[in-house]
Every structure is written in structure tokens, then in C-alpha cells.
């Protein structure tokens, strides 16, 4: 079955950096754009960013300049760098595809 499982949260300071995965199984990964979501305590899921099949990645605003999608089809993984973090961008962050979405992994930016 279609298996998508997120990991690389933590804490970390304002301006810091984390790289979240996500490793999927159950699925033909290399013909799927994937994205990451996220989900601020109190508040609606956001697209974070996405990657195409063809490797283009695309950003929302919020993120754009700080967080680097990137997919690696032979291990079946994508990935999010985040750099420069905020306290807004604490939440749970999610990958996902058209056939599900991940239980998430909790990022916290705090001092």
C-alpha cells in the first residue's frame, strides 16, 4: 500500500535550519510530483512547495528563498531543506501526493 512517512523535525532557534524526508513506498515515486503541506496550530493546511516529475520546483510565497525542495527517485524520498527559520513556519509538515499524504513531523521555531 501507498506509504509516505516524514521525519527530520525538531526545535530549533530562529534562523536555524532543518532538512525533513520523506520516504515512500508503494508506489511508482518517479512518476508523481510530490509536495509538502504544512499546518499551523490553529489553522488551515498550507502548500509549502512542490516538485514536478521533470524536477522543477515550485514555492509558496512565505517560503520562497529559504526552504529548497529535491526528490531522489532511486531512494524513493523527498526532501525539504528549510533555512533561515521563522516562528511562523512552526507546524506539522506533511508530504504528499495525489494518492495520500503522510502522518507529518513536527517543526517548532522558537528561542
Known amino acids: 500500500q501507498v506509504q509516505l512517512v516524514e521525519s527530520g523535525g525538531g526545535l530549533v532557534q530562529p534562523g536555524g535550519s532543518l532538512k525533513l524526508s520523506c520516504a515512500t513506498s508503494?508506489?511508482?515515486?518517479?512518476?508523481?510530483?510530490m509536495r509538502w503541506l504544512r499546518q499551523a496550530p490553529g489553522k488551515e493546511i498550507e502548500w509549502v512547495s512542490e516538485?514536478?516529475?521533470?524536477?522543477?520546483?515550485n514555492y509558496n510565497e512565505p517560503v520562497k528563498g529559504r526552504f529548497t525542495i529535491s526528490r531522489d527517485n532511486a531512494k524513493k524520498t523527498v526532501y525539504l531543506q528549510m533555512n533561515n527559520l521563522k516562528p511562523e513556519d512552526t507546524g506539522v509538515y506533511f508530504c504528499?501526493?495525489?494518492?495520500?499524504r503522510g502522518q507529518g513531523t513536527q517543526v517548532t521555531v522558537s528561542s
Open positions: 508503494g508506489f511508482k515515486f518517479s512518476s508523481y510530483r
Open positions: 516538485i514536478t516529475i521533470s524536477n522543477n520546483p
Open positions: 504528499a501526493n495525489t494518492l495520500g
